[in-house]
C-alpha cells in the first residue's frame, strides 16, 4: 500500500511520524513523497498556534483533493482540540494522541491498512514536506527523533499543548534502548531524544533522575555514535546533571526555553524560573561543557509586555549570549489563561519587537559562529546539491553549527562524520574545509555559498 505521512509542529510530531514511517515499512507498504499519490494519507497535525492550525487545515485539504479515493487519518494536537472542524473536511478517522503509538493497529482495525493496487505515476500537489521520511526509509539515515516521553504536568499561561497531550508519562527505558539499537542496525549516527516535557522524564514512576539515568543508561547499552538532547525546561536540571557530558558521545547542544527575560513576564507566564536561577543555570552548563551551544525559546508581546518589560528581556537575552533564538510573537488560544489577560499587545507593536529581537538573534548567531574559525569540529553530513563543477556538502557539528563544503562530484559524505577544518562565517552557515582525503579541495580556492533551505539548521 502506497503511503504518505506528514507532519508539522514540534521534534516531537516529526519523531512520532518517523517512527508510524518506519513501522508501515517494516510491514511492508512503500513509503511515498511529494509528486505521488498515495491509498493512504497521515498527518500528524499541530495547533500551538493559530498559524499552526490554519497550516494543519490547508495541508488535508490538499491531501483530500490529491486523491479523492484515498483515505486520510489525522492525528496530532489540532485533531485533538479541534475534531469537528477536522471532520467537517472530509477526512476519514481522527486518532487521539494518547493512540497514535497504536496507529498501524487501529488503521487495520478500521479497514484502512490493506493491500491495494498501485496507483498510476501521475503529477500530483505537493504539501508542506517538514520531513524527507521516504529518504529516510530508503536508506539515507543521518539523525532520527526518539520519542521518549510525553505530555506535560506545566500550567504555562500561553501553551495550549497540556490540554492536547495531557499528563506527563514516560515510555519504558528497555523499549527505548531498544529502539536506539534498531536505528543504529539501521545505520543512523545520531539521535535526538524528545518529548514534550522531556526534563520530566521517569518523574512519573518516582525517578527526580530519570532523564540522567536514561541517558547514562543509552551510552552504556548501545553503540550510538552521537546522542542529542531536544528541549529541556530550565528547572528540571541542576549542575549535576551536566557530568554526563564527559561522555563525548552526548553532543555539547542545550535548548533551554527562557520565553522572556523580565522576571515580570515569567511570573505571568507561570515560568518556574527568573533571571538569576537561569544565568546560573547557563554558567554552570558553560563551565562543565566544553564549546557547548546554549539555544533558546522566546515570546514577544505577551500580555501586559510593556515597553520596559520588552526591554529588559531584549537585554537580559542579549547578557545570555545565546547560540540561536527561536523567537515567536504571542499567539492568543483559547482554552490558555493568558487568552482573557488584560494588555493584549497589538500585533503591529508586537512584529515591531519581534523584529527587534531578530535582529539581536543574527547578531548572536553570527558571533556565537566566529568562535569557532580556524577550529577543527567534526561534521555528521547530511545532504548535498550540486555546486559547479562539484558538490556543496551540509552537515551539524556536534554543538548544533551548521557547516558546508565542497566536494568533487564523485565523493560521497552522506552519514558519515568527518573533521572539517572551519574557515570563515557564512549567512546561516560556517565554511569547512576537508582533508584531500575526502575530496576537499586545496586551500586558497573561494567559493561562494548556494542559498538554500538546506543551510537552515
Not at 499543548?161 to 527505548?176: D, K, Y
Not at 493584549?344 to 547578531?363: D, G
Not at 566536494?407 to 562565517?425: K, Q, Y
Amino acid at each position: 500500500m502506497r503511503i504518505r505521512v506528514d507532519s508539522i509542529g514540534c521534534r516531537l510530531n516529526i519523531s512520532e511520524v518517523e517512527e508510524m514511517a518506519r513501522a508501515f515499512a517494516g510491514a511492508g507498504h512503500r513509503l511515498v513523497g511529494p509528486g505521488e499519490l498515495a491509498d493512504l494519507y497521515v498527518f500528524n497535525s499541530c495547533a500551538v498556534t493559530h498559524v499552526a492550525s490554519r497550516k494543519s487545515r490547508q495541508i488535508i485539504r490538499q491531501m483530500r483533493r490529491a486523491s479523492p479515493q484515498a483515505a486520510v487519518v489525522v492525528t496530532g494536537c489540532y485533531a485533538e482540540l479541534a475534531p469537528q472542524e477536522i471532520n467537517a473536511l472530509g477526512v476519514d478517522l481522527l486518532v487521539p494522541n494518547e493512540q497514535k503509538d497504536q496507529l498501524p493497529q487501529i488503521l487495520a482495525e478500521a479497514g484502512l491498512l490493506r493491500d491495494a493496487d498501485p496507483i498510476p505515476a501521475v503529477d500530483a500537489p505537493s504539501f508542506i514536506p517538514l520531513s524527507s521520511l521516504a529518504g529516510e526509509i530508503e536508506g539515507s539515515h543521518t539523525r532520527a527523533f526518539v520519542k521518549v516521553q510525553d505530555g506535560c504536568d506545566n500550567r504555562c499561561t500561553f501553551c495550549i499543548v497540556t490540554v492536547a497531550r495531557g499528563a506527563s508519562r514516560s515510555r519504558p527505558l528497555a523499549e527505548i534502548v531498544a529502539e536506539i539499537n534498531r536505528l543504529v542496525g539501521l545505520g543512523y549516527q545520531e539521535a535526538v531524544l524528545s518529548g514534550v516535557h522531556l526534563g520530566s522524564y521517569g518523574h512519573d514512576g518516582g525517578d527526580a533522575h530519570g532523564l540522567s539515568h536514561l541517558v547514562r543508561t543509552i551510552l552504556a547499552e548501545t553503540d550510538l555514535p552521537r546522542l542529542r538532547l531536544s528541549s529541556l525546561e530550565p528547572w528540571d536540571l541542576d549542575a549535576d546533571f551536566f557530568e554526563a557530558w564527559q561522555n563525548e558521545r552526548l553532543l555539547p547542544h542545550l535548548h533551554l526555553p527562557l520565553q522572556s527575560g523580565c522576571d515580570a513576564t515569567l511570573r505571568r507566564m507561570a515560568r518556574r524560573t527568573n533571571q538569576a536561577q537561569f544565568a546560573a543555570l547557563v554558567e554552570a552548563a558553560r563551565a562543565a561543557i566544553p564549546d557547548v551551544s546554549i539555544t533558546t525559546d522566546i515570546i514577544v508581546g505577551f500580555p501586559g509586555e510593556t515597553e520596559a518589560e520588552f526591554a529588559e528581556s531584549l537585554a537580559f537575552v542579549e547578557q545570555m549570549q545565546f547560540a540561536k533564538l527561536h523567537i515567536f510573537r504571542y499567539s492568543r488560544r483559547e482554552g490558555t489563561a493568558a487568552a482573557s489577560m488584560r494588555g493584549q499587545v497589538p500585533a503591529p507593536l508586537a512584529q515591531e519587537r519581534s523584529q527587534r529581537m531578530h535582529l539581536l538573534n543574527a547578531s548572536l548567531e553570527d558571533s556565537f559562529r566566529r568562535q569557532f574559525v580556524g577550529r577543527t569540529l567534526p561534521v555528521l553530513w547530511e545532504s548535498h546539491e550540486p555546486y559547479g563543477f562539484g558538490l556543496q556538502w551540509s552537515g551539524l557539528t556536534g554543538n548544533y553549527l551548521r557547516v558546508v563544503t565542497h566536494t568533487s562530484p564523485e565523493v560521497n559524505l552522506r552519514n558519515r562524520v568527518i573533521d572539517a577544518h572551519l574557515v570563515e562565517t557564512a549567512p546561516a552557515a560556517l565554511l569547512g574545509q576537508l582533508a584531500p582525503v575526502f575530496g576537499g579541495f586545496p586551500a586558497g580556492i573561494r567559493f561562494e555559498l548556494i542559498p538554500s533551505q538546506s543551510l537552515i539548521p
